[in-house]
């Protein structure tokens, strides 16, 4: 169960300080996946971790890479540079834990051929995407610019972790709503500074 996996990092101190590289250990064998949901956490939740999104998009890319490919690959060191205060690794993993018991109810292994093969490496593909899009740097008073990919993101590793290919199409279908959402946010902007040019020129 997710619950059960995620509980792992409930007890850590406060008032240390957390690598991704030792995130990553606590989750053992579905530590890939898992961390990534665990990376997640703080944009889909309401609890705003300034400067985040970038180092998370680029860190969730590599563990991204880890779960497509077919060779076990080691964290390289930008894992340790990567920390997380304990106080917000309990406070994410206590909100992770409410939600995942309601969200696990739903998940089971269904068109698992969604996680193998091409269909797999698409689904990598999709989730780097999905991660360069969160990595942007766009202002934070644009809403859901963070939110979507992020839970592009998480639907697609969710569907690793269960083998739940449902959750995989459903992390497809979030990740072009993001990046389509993004391309109608760049028209709008494009065509108010195209305007407001035109005003001062005038």
Request: charged share 15%; proline share 8%; glycine share 6%.
């Given at each position: ?15 240390s ?19 990534i949901?665990f ?12 400067g985040i ?28 540079r ?9 406070a ?5 834990h409410?939600?995942?018991?309601r ?19 698409l ?11 969160l ?20 639907l ?13 199409i459903?992390g ?6 993001s ?16 305007k ?5 020129k005038?």
């Amino acid at each position: 169960m997710v619950s059960k996996r995620l509980e792992v990092v409930r007890n850590v101190n406060p008032e240390s300080k957390i690598t991704l590289r030792a995130i990553d250990e606590m989750f053992g064998d579905d530590g890939a996946p898992l961390t990534i949901i665990f990376l997640c956490l703080p944009f889909l939740f309401p609890m705003p971790i300034p400067g985040i999104s970038t180092a998370f998009g680029f860190a969730i890319i590599l563990l991204t890479i880890r779960i497509i490919s077919p060779w076990p690959l080691p964290l390289p060191r930008l894992a340790d540079r990567i920390t997380l205060a304990g106080k917000t690794v309990s406070a994410l993993a206590e909100k992770s834990h409410i939600y995942a018991l309601r969200i696990e109810k739903h998940l089971k292994p269904r068109a698992s051929f969604m996680t193998l093969g091409i269909a797999k490496w698409l689904s990598g593909v999709g989730m780097i995407l999905s991660a360069i899009a969160l990595a942007l740097p766009i202002p934070p008073i644009i809403p859901f610019t963070n939110t979507l990919p992020a839970l592009a993101i998480t639907l697609f590793s969710l569907g690793f972790l269960m083998r739940d290919g449902f959750m995989i199409i459903l992390g497809h279908i979030f990740h072009v709503a993001s990046w389509g959402y993004f391309i109608s946010v760049a028209g709008v902007a494009f065509s108010f500074a195209t305007k407001l040019f035109e005003y001062f020129k005038s």
